[in-house]
């Protein structure tokens, strides 16, 4: 793909990593970041060298929300807007795409994650973020709302009463009440969330790629099913994996006492 203007790509061991690149912005959303972040993912999602995805910014700020100047819709009418949200939104697409992301997303937050970019934070599978992040729904302090589903992803995340009193407020929180109502799993020093969300790639690299990305199907659909529904499903999913190498490979290696090598197959 050519060369992304506002974002950085790279593959280091088996992670493949999106840095948000305006810092001049705080790295504020726009049309083309949401598009090279969406593109950069998808050359990745087949790629066997990759296990998990990580999204981060710089030490200021992994995002600070959308950056009102720079997005399409900033320049429409009320009708084409809505219309464009109902159809055509770039922010719309991305946020759907990372949820449903075959393999693993992570947060790796420093600095400002705010407003959409506390909505990105929500929708990855799980998050790191430093000892000096701040977090926090502000759209209502704009008049906004958060478009990114990120009232429904607070509510999960959090409870409802909890994602009320934040969204209703607009309060920002701290690393460590981030973590003590479950919007971070980790909390690591000043300068060290995307190092710590590399080791953890590292742990689920070590697993079978298959077996992680019919675990995260699985959970994602969890919210829409009865107990039933999902142990229908899991056998489902665990019959497929039946097919595969990787479970031959994952049962022989716990036999002989030593370490698979699992090839995503």
């Not at 807007?81 to 420093?110: C, D, L, Q």
């Not at 759209?139 to 478009?147: H, M, N, T, W």
């Not at 999902?230 to 031959?248: C, H, I, P």
């Amino acid at each position: 793909m050519p060369e992304p203007a506002q974002i950085r790509a790279y593959v280091e061991g088996p992670a493949g990593i999106v840095q948000f690149a305006r810092p001049e912005a705080r790295n504020a959303l726009t049309d083309t970041m949401l598009a090279e972040t969406r593109e950069a993912m998808a050359s990745w999602e087949l790629d066997g060298r990759v296990s998990a995805v990580i999204l981060t910014g710089d030490e200021q700020a992994f995002c600070a929300g959308g950056d009102v100047k720079k997005t399409a819709s900033a320049k429409m009418p009320p009708f084409e807007k809505y219309r464009y949200r109902m159809t055509a939104s770039v922010w719309h697409e991305f946020i759907r795409y990372i949820g449903n992301y075959a393999k693993p997303v992570i947060a790796a937050v420093e600095g400002y994650s705010l407003g959409g970019g506390l909505e990105i934070v929500l929708r990855c599978d799980f998050a790191v973020g430093s000892d000096a992040a701040i977090f926090g729904m502000t759209e209502a302090k704009l008049g906004l709302f958060p478009i990114l589903g990120g009232a429904w992803s607070l509510s999960r995340a959090v409870g409802s009463r909890k994602a009320r009193e934040l969204a209703y407020t607009a309060r920002r929180i701290d690393a460590k009440e981030a973590l003590e109502i479950g919007i971070l799993n980790h909390v690591a020093e000043k300068g060290e969330a995307l190092n710590r969300a590399k080791e953890i790639v590292g742990e689920i690299s070590e697993n079978a790629p298959l077996a992680v990305m019919a675990l995260k199907q699985a959970i994602n659909r969890s919210h829409s099913q009865s107990f039933e529904e999902a142990l229908v499903a899991g056998g489902d999913l665990s019959a497929m994996l039946a097919f595969s190498e990787d479970r031959k490979e994952g049962i022989r290696a716990f036999l002989e006492k030593r370490k698979p090598e699992f090839k995503g197959n």
